[in-house]
């Protein structure tokens, strides 16, 4: 039973701000939502995390609805580095990190 | 300041050998992760350990498979008897608290099982 739900795949031009939404309907008042990403072949990388407050960071912005149940990554200025899948978790105390199938994003040049 | 830091890089194993795959976490942290990722599909969590404790190993295989974290060294995954279904990509992270989702991964371990 999934906790978030991203779309399958998002294309983004190079340079735009890339606006990776996710659902997560069910989330209880505990729960944080984390965001990673895997560039082909890599290991994961943590970008961003949040609980119900607006996150920035050098590399993202996390944008919370104010009812928890989505939230939004934002990365502003688009590279092709960038061309990654993005993961959206939600996660409590003592929970592990369980990766779904995230959002495959292309950068198109 | 090194990361998490994997090695081998890539292992090839015939079917019925032992792959140990190592991983060193980065530096103060004493909570370790392992997760596998099978050609084209999604990362799953296998086990965590911390110094010389193994906290969960709900996503161990029951057979074959084995993990440790010594108090002095790297964390060690061991597979016996590999088949050709072990064949995976096997990523390594550490935090440097418990119940903290901000994990760093390693590059990873590409195991070919012929």
Redesign the interface.
């Not at chain 2, 999604?42 to 969590?45: E, H, Q, V, W």
């Not at chain 2, 989702?101 to 990873?108: A, Q, R, V």
């Given at each position: 039973d999934a906790k978030t739900t991203q779309p399958t795949s998002m294309d983004c031009a190079e340079g735009r701000a890339a606006n990776l939404p996710c659902n997560h309907s069910t989330i209880s008042g505990n729960e944080?939502v984390?965001w990673y990403r895997?560039i082909h072949?890599?290991?994961?990388?943590?970008i961003i995390?949040g609980l119900k407050n607006n996150e920035t960071n050098e590399m993202a912005s996390l944008i919370i609805t104010e009812d928890r149940k989505s939230s939004t990554l934002i990365l502003p200025h688009a590279t092709l580095r960038d061309t990654a899948v993005y993961y959206c978790?939600v996660?409590g105390?003592?929970e592990?990190?369980?990766?779904?199938?995230?959002t495959r994003l292309t950068i198109i040049p | 300041n090194a990361g998490?830091m994997q090695n081998p890089r890539h292992l090839v194993r015939r079917r019925g050998q032992e792959a140990r795959l190592r991983c060193s976490p980065m530096k103060g942290h004493s909570h370790v992760?392992w997760?596998r990722q099978l050609p084209e599909e999604?990362?799953?969590?296998m086990v965590?350990l911390q110094k010389e404790n193994i906290i969960?190993e709900s996503g161990m295989p029951k057979e074959r498979f084995s993990a440790e974290f010594p108090k002095e060294g790297p964390s060690i995954l061991r597979i016996q008897q590999v088949v050709r279904g072990d064949s995976a990509?096997y990523?390594c992270?550490s935090s440097l608290a418990r119940?903290t989702?901000?994990?760093?991964?390693?590059?990873?371990s590409r195991l070919t099982v012929l």
């Open positions: 944080y984390y895997q072949s890599q290991g994961p990388q943590y995390h978790i996660l105390g003592n592990k990190l369980t990766f779904g199938t995230g | 998490v992760y997760y999604g990362l799953k969590f965590y969960d990509a990523f992270a119940n989702g901000e994990l760093f991964f390693g590059e990873g």
